[in-house]
């Protein structure tokens, strides 16, 4: 099976250097978390991949192959293209994310927009199945709301929902799950299964969270200052790690870990 996303990128602020000839590679329907302390460039890669890193004053080299066209040198009117129909973001922040004077509907209805010819109204049935899929309330009164009307976690199972109204070939979730309590965790850890479940969507779980990602992910990779130091299925890696980083990350996670969670990594 060829990968649907490969990457090989170096990228720098200025003359600093952030990610070092980063590689790693995403099957379709592939759910791979991405994890690394603080500071070791993970929301970086993420900026990158969706040619965002520029308007941080960032640049890559490098190549980004995505079902085999490089998006590297593509100019910003392709990317519009790409960016949030075949590549969506869920940001970590619902409350930044989501503009508190818009009701639902009209974030959907925009998101639409920017992509779509047909008129919205027609995909509306499409997107009120697809918010039960999500377990969110399914009709016109929840699409009414304005986000401060809603729960923390329904506000990002919304965010989710709008990354999968183009249908995307590939999600990258920035952090989904910091702040948020444990309940509220589940329920947005559900919400991705299902979104990968439901439409095959790969996803790139970006995360410090260990326990999210042994929860949810088929593969792991362990980002440390800048590079990929080690990379096996969740299974192997949380069972059997070969780094002592990633040792290190596991032992130093472990007493924060839901006892369930804890004892899946036990080794």
């Not at 995505?66 to 293209?81: C, N, Q, S, T, Y």
Request: aromatic share 4%.
């Amino acid at each position: 099976m060829s990968a649907l996303l490969t990457i090989d990128i170096t990228a720098r602020y200025g003359r600093l250097t952030v990610l070092s000839d980063l590689r790693l590679a995403i099957e379709p329907g592939e759910i791979l978390g991405l994890v690394g302390q603080s500071g070791s460039g993970k929301s970086t890669l993420g900026l990158a991949l969706l040619r965002l890193l520029d308007r941080r004053g960032g640049h890559v080299s490098g190549n980004i192959l995505f079902e085999g066209r490089d998006l590297v040198p593509l100019r910003e009117k392709e990317m519009r293209r790409i960016r949030g129909k075949q590549i969506a973001l869920v940001l970590q922040s619902a409350s930044s994310a989501l503009n508190p004077a818009l009701r639902l509907e009209d974030h959907f209805a925009e998101a639409w927009s920017a992509h779509e010819a047909a008129p919205w109204r027609a995909e509306r049935p499409n997107v009120l199945a697809m918010l039960g899929e999500l377990d969110l309330p399914a009709n016109m009164e929840f699409l009414s709301r304005y986000p401060s009307e809603i729960s923390v976690g329904q506000a990002q199972r919304v965010l989710l929902a709008l990354a999968l109204l183009h249908r995307p070939k590939l999600i990258v979730a920035d952090e989904p799950t910091s702040a948020l309590d444990l309940v509220t965790t589940h329920e947005v850890l559900r919400a991705l299964r299902r979104a990968n479940q439901m439409s095959g969507t790969a996803i790139l779980l970006i995360s410090h969270d260990l326990g999210a990602v042994s929860a949810l992910c088929h593969r792991v990779a362990i980002l440390r200052e800048g590079a990929i130091v080690e990379t096996a299925s969740a299974d192997r890696l949380f069972s059997q790690p070969q780094q002592d980083y990633t040792r290190q990350l596991i032992d130093l996670h472990r007493a924060t870990l839901h006892p369930k969670t804890a004892a899946s990594l036990r080794r």
